[in-house]
C-alpha cells in the first residue's frame, strides 16, 4: 500500500498465474553503435520482473525509448531486450515488434510462461503520446493485469501511463513503490533544516518547482543557469554567463514569495570564469564584478565555503541539476564539491535525481552515502512540486 494515495502494490495481493502488462521505463541511454550505456533503469526494475515471475504470470513488458518520429529503427528496444536476456538466464526474452499485426498477435497468443516478451518501443505508435483510448483498449486487452514501476514516466498523461489501467485492475511495482516513499517522505514529514539545491540550464522549466521549495525548504541553494538568471534580475551584468531573458519577474515573485515563507535563497558569490564555456584558460572572479567579456560558468571557492557549511548542518537535503557547465573540465568542480558534500553529510536524508545530475554522480564513490537515487528527472521535480502525478491518480484503487 503507498501511503497518502490509496494505490496496492504487487506485494499487498497475491498475483499468479496472470497474464500481467508491466509499464517499466527502459528509456536507458545508448552508445552510437546502438549498445546501452546505462542500464541502471533496467537493473532498478530486475526486482519487480523477478517477484512476478517467480508467482509464475506471463510478463508483457512495454516502455518507450527516446522521442521517436513515428518507426525508428535506431530507437528499437531490441537492445534492451538483450540485455534483460542476460539478467534472466532461465526465460526468453522476445521482441514483440508490431503487437497490433498478425505476427505479433500470434506471438503474444502462443507465450508461455518461460517467455517474457517486450512489445516495441511505444512511442512507435503516435496514438501513445496522444493517450488515444482506442489505443489504450488495444494494450490492456493484451493481459489480465497492469502492473506500473515507470516512475520516471509518471508525470505523462501517455496510453501505457493513464489510460490502460483503467481498463484492468492496477498496481503499482516495487520500484515505483520505493520512489514514491522516498520522495514522499521529504514532502511529509522532512526533518529541518532543510536544504534544496537547485542548478542546470532549463530555468523557465524549472522555475515553478523553485517557488514550491521556497515553501518547502529552509534554505535554497541556487546554481547554475538558473542562478544567473537570478542574478540578472538583482541587476548584475553576467556578461557571457548563461542567462535565460525575460523572466526578471518571475523571479522576483520566488524572491518575495521565500521571504515570506523564511527561506534563505543564497546564490553564487563567486565564479569560475572565462570568455566562453568551452575555455580551458579560467579565472575566479566575484559575481557582482563580472565584465561583458566572462562569464561565469561554475561557482568559485567562496561560493563552496558557503554551501558547504550550509549542507553540513542539512537534515534533509534535494538535490537537482548540475550548477557548472560540467562537461568541460574546467567547470566540473562545482559540482564535484557538492556531490561529496552531501556524501558526507553522515545525517542528512539526502535525494537527488535528474538526468545530467546522475551522469554528473553515476560512476562515482560513495554512491551507497545518497539516501534515495531517483530514476526521475521531470517526474521526480513534478512530484516535489506537485505532490502527486497523473500516473499515480491513475493507479487509485
Ligand atoms: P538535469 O538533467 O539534472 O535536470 P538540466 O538539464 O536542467 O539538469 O541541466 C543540465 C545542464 O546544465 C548541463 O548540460 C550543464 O552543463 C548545464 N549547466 C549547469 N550550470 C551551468 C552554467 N553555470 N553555465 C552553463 N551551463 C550550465
Ligand atoms: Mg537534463
Known amino acids: 500500500m503507498?501511503?497518502?494515495?490509496?494505490i496496492l502494490t504487487i506485494t499487498d495481493t497475491p498475483i499468479e498465474d496472470k497474464t500481467i502488462l508491466l509499464r517499466v521505463d527502459f528509456d536507458v541511454s545508448l552508445n552510437p553503435d546502438h549498445t546501452i550505456a546505462n542500464d541502471v533503469r533496467i537493473t532498478q526494475t530486475l526486482p519487480t520482473i523477478k517477484l512476478l515471475l517467480e508467482k509464475h504470470n506471463k510478463l508483457i513488458i512495454m516502455s518507450h525509448l527516446g522521442r521517436p518520429e513515428g518507426r525508428d529503427t535506431n530507437l528499437s528496444l531490441s537492445p534492451a531486450v538483450k540485455r534483460l536476456q542476460e539478467y534472466l538466464p532461465d526465460y526468453q526474452v522476445a521482441l514483440v515488434d508490431d503487437f497490433l499485426s498478425d505476427a505479433g498477435k500470434e506471438q503474444l497468443k502462443a507465450q508461455t510462461p518461460t517467455?517474457?516478451?517486450?512489445?516495441?518501443?511505444?512511442?512507435?505508435?503516435?496514438?501513445?503520446k496522444k493517450?488515444?483510448?482506442?489505443?489504450?483498449?488495444?494494450?490492456?486487452?493484451?493481459?489480465?493485469?497492469?502492473?506500473?514501476?515507470?516512475?520516471?514516466?509518471?508525470h505523462r498523461n501517455e496510453a501505457s501511463v493513464v489510460s490502460v489501467p483503467k481498463f484492468l485492475p492496477h498496481y503499482a511495482g516495487l520500484l515505483l513503490e520505493k520512489e514514491i516513499k522516498?520522495?514522499?517522505?521529504v514532502l511529509r514529514d522532512p526533518k529541518k533544516p532543510i536544504v534544496a539545491i537547485i542548478?542546470?540550464?532549463?530555468?523557465?522549466?524549472?522555475?515553478p518547482l523553485l517557488y514550491r521549495l521556497t515553501e518547502i525548504a529552509?534554505?535554497?541553494?541556487?546554481?547554475?543557469?538558473?542562478?544567473?538568471?537570478?542574478?540578472?534580475?538583482?541587476g548584475k551584468n553576467m556578461g557571457k554567463s548563461l542567462v535565460e531573458d525575460n523572466l526578471d519577474e518571475e523571479v522576483r515573485k520566488i524572491i518575495a514569495h521565500a521571504k515570506e515563507k523564511n527561506t534563505t535563497i543564497v546564490l553564487p558569490k563567486d565564479g569560475i570564469?572565462?570568455?566562453?564555456?568551452?575555455?580551458?584558460?579560467?579565472t575566479e572572479c566575484m559575481l557582482d564584478q563580472l565584465t561583458s567579456d566572462l562569464g561565469a560558468f561554475d561557482i568559485g571557492s567562496e561560493t563552496q565555503a558557503i554551501w558547504g557549511n550550509v549542507i553540513a548542518e542539512a537534515n534533509t537535503i534535494i538535490w537537482n541539476g548540475p550548477v557548472g557547465y560540467m562537461e568541460n573540465p574546467a567547470f566540473a568542480r562545482g559540482t564535484e564539491f557538492l556531490y561529496y558534500s552531501i556524501t558526507q553529510n553522515g545525517h542528512a536524508f539526502s535525494v537527488v535525481g535528474g538526468g545530467d545530475t546522475l551522469n554528473a554522480i553515476s560512476k562515482r564513490e560513495y554512491l551507497d552515502k545518497i539516501s534515495h537515487i531517483s530514476t526521475g528527472g521531470g517526474a521526480m521535480l513534478e512530484f516535489i512540486e506537485k505532490g502527486t502525478l497523473p500516473g499515480l491518480e491513475a493507479l487509485k484503487r
Do not use: W
Open 2 to 6: 503507498i501511503e497518502g494515495f490509496d
Open 115 to 128: 517467455q517474457v516478451l517486450m512489445l516495441e518501443n511505444l512511442r512507435f505508435y503516435p496514438e501513445e
Open 131 to 154: 493517450n488515444d483510448e482506442a489505443f489504450a483498449k488495444a494494450l490492456a486487452s493484451l493481459g489480465e493485469v497492469y502492473v506500473d514501476d515507470a516512475f520516471a514516466v509518471a
Open 182 to 185: 522516498a520522495i514522499g517522505s
Open 199 to 207: 542548478g542546470g540550464a532549463k530555468t523557465s522549466d524549472k522555475l
Open 218 to 234: 529552509d534554505h535554497l541553494l541556487v546554481g547554475g543557469g538558473i542562478a544567473n538568471t537570478f542574478l540578472k534580475a538583482e
Open 273 to 282: 570564469c572565462a570568455s566562453d564555456k568551452e575555455a580551458t584558460e579560467t
